[in-house]
């Protein structure tokens, strides 16, 4: 059963996406994504020296401080700053700069569904522009699973209220390499395939799960082509300005 | 080869403890070639899980479950309250849990620890999304009262797989849950009877005498595992949690229907095959988690 949404998307397309880096004078790196009208801005101080207690000296370490539209952080949003430091992690190479901390400021400037995945596209971007050595990039995608099991990507605010399901998935950055397929293959699935985060919520059938994970993937493979054509792109226009 | 070379050869010639201090990688790595953990479990197997009701004598309903060391104390208590006008005819429930510094070394009094806000959170998306509750069950008099029912957890002891642990304590303090006894006085409010006020007093009689257990439907069971290279450990120990740090954790409920998949990033990607794997585990761990769940409620009703 289709469903139609009220913005006469297709189940599959996403929001407009736009991405633009070094938007912060005094940040080391900053990056604004937005996804139709969900909007987040991210800044990128470090690495600093030394690290928090309980954090592991003899690598870098991670902080993310999330500022909500309005209010107080409270639950919600210091589950969103876990889950942002355990990917921001699982992406840097920490054995670079040991006993230094990089702190992430994502600041919600508009929340129109898909929140999450939008902050950590734009956490992302922003590592890139403050020069973290990365491992990859990782993409980020929301999809929601209906009453029917109909399954819609980049959901609204709106329609996230009316289903029964969501879905956050991150996803590596699909690789450019000219090594044979098969060497960047795990199990004989793409590297890109594997899960770097999941999040749900709501009640679904397995099956349900592993077809948002199909299409949340293909989905990823387009956004990761986007992050790579605009952080190329303003990388060109950086270096004829220097030039 | 560097490192793991020089301490494979150090291996042979130092002692166990030492050598598990100075490589705990390696030292776990040697262990899951044989296929067993150094606590002498194999890969798939879950810690010895016990349940204990009726914990708490002052709540209303309570339950003490200890997944090996992990010790998770829940209690509920139940107040009336005037439900919102937007949903007249339902009751609410608040989940908190809470981390004391008794229950381990890296939450120092004071500041509560991170983690208890995310687990927190985890638990109530879990409960609150799985239906296991019907909170309109919650409701007493439509628009007028309700119950709000407070769930604490306490984490006594913090060994790995808290999330487990305290989902299943909360779980087994609703199938505990007595709802107390209320009656309504002569201007219409509504209040609880205590257990000496129902000797004395026969002028009130008690509304909801037939209504004291909550139905439980599509009962909510978790598995948290540890994904490390190929191996995937069940119902990880904090240890190993220390040394391999990426996890997943599964909520299925008791119709098999995926409740919540919940991975927080970590260096090892799950691919699909492994994502299956810890499926059918959790549909194992939810056989046996489901059959500890019905023996302490018949013990319960024996005594």
Redesign the interface.
């Known amino acids: 059963m289709e469903i139609d949404r009220t913005d006469g998307r297709t189940a599959n397309q996403l929001r407009p996406l736009a991405c633009s880096r070094n938007v912060l004078y005094r940040a080391h790196g900053s990056a604004s994504w937005s996804q139709g009208d969900t909007k987040v801005l991210a800044a990128v101080y470090g690495p600093k020296a030394g690290t928090k207690k309980n954090e592991n000296p003899e690598k870098a370490s991670i902080e993310v401080i999330w500022k909500p539209k309005t209010g107080q952080i409270g639950k919600v949003e210091k589950e969103y700053e876990m889950l942002l430091r355990r990917t921001l992690q699982s992406i840097c190479v920490l054995t670079i700069n040991p006993n230094t901390t990089t702190s992430v400021i994502v600041q919600v400037v508009n929340d129109d569904g898909a929140l999450l995945p939008c902050a950590i596209n734009a956490a992302c971007a922003a590592l890139v522009d403050a020069g973290i050595p990365l491992k990859n990039l990782a993409v980020a995608i929301c999809c929601c699973v209906a009453e029917s099991g109909y399954v819609i990507l980049d959901p609204t605010k709106h329609e996230e209220e009316k289903m029964k399901a969501f879905v956050h998935l991150v996803f590596p950055n699909s690789v450019k390499a000219v090594l044979p397929e098969e060497s960047l293959c795990v199990n004989s699935e793409p590297w890109e395939h594997g899960i770097l985060t999941s999040v749900t919520r709501g009640v679904m059938s397995v099956d349900d799960y592993l077809y948002c994970l199909e299409r949340g993937r293909a989905a990823a493979a387009k956004l990761s082509d986007f992050l790579r054509r605009s952080l190329l792109s303003e990388l060109l226009s950086d270096s004829t300005k220097a030039a | 080869m560097g490192p793991s070379s020089s301490s494979a050869d150090l291996s042979a010639e130092m002692e166990v403890d030492a050598f598990r201090r100075l490589f705990p990688l390696q030292f776990y790595e040697r262990h899951l070639l044989e296929s067993i953990r150094p606590d002498g479990r194999t890969h798939q197997q879950a810690r010895d899980t016990t349940l204990a009701l009726g914990a708490v004598a002052s709540a209303d309903g309570s339950a003490l479950a200890k997944i090996g060391c992990t010790t998770m104390l829940a209690a509920i208590k139940m107040e009336v309250m005037t439900p919102t006008t937007d949903l007249p005819d339902e009751g609410n429930l608040t989940i908190e849990f809470h981390m004391p510094p008794i229950c381990s070394p890296?939450v120092r009094p004071g500041k509560p620890a991170?983690?208890a806000?995310?687990i927190?959170?985890?638990l109530s998306?879990t409960i609150l999304?799985?239906?296991m509750i019907n909170l309109k069950e919650l409701s007493l008099v439509s628009g007028k009262t309700a119950w709000m029912a407070y769930l604490d957890i306490y984490c006594l002891d913090a060994d790995g797989a808290l999330f487990d642990a305290a989902l299943l304590s909360a779980v087994a303090a609703f199938s505990h849950l007595q709802i107390p006894v209320v009656s309504v006085n002569d201007e219409g409010k509504v209040f609880i009877v205590s257990e000496e006020d129902k000797a004395g007093k026969p002028g009130n009689e008690p509304v909801n005498i037939d209504k004291r257990k909550l139905v439980l439907s599509?009962i909510p069971y978790s598995l948290t595992c540890l994904l490390h290279k190929?191996y995937i450990l069940a119902d990880p120990t904090a240890e190993e949690e220390s040394i391999m740090e990426t996890s997943?954790t599964v909520v299925l409920?008791s119709s098999?229907?995926?409740?919540?998949?919940?991975?927080?990033?970590?260096?090892v990607?799950?691919?699909?095959?492994a994502?299956q794997d810890c499926?059918a585990m959790t549909m194992q761990r939810v056989k046996e988690l489901q059959k500890i769940l019905n023996e302490a409620i018949s013990d319960m009703e024996v005594v």
């Open positions: 890296i991170d983690i806000a995310v927190s959170k985890e998306d999304s799985s239906g599509n190929n997943l409920n098999r229907q995926l409740v919540s998949l919940y991975k927080p990033g970590g260096p990607l799950a691919y699909t095959s994502l499926v």
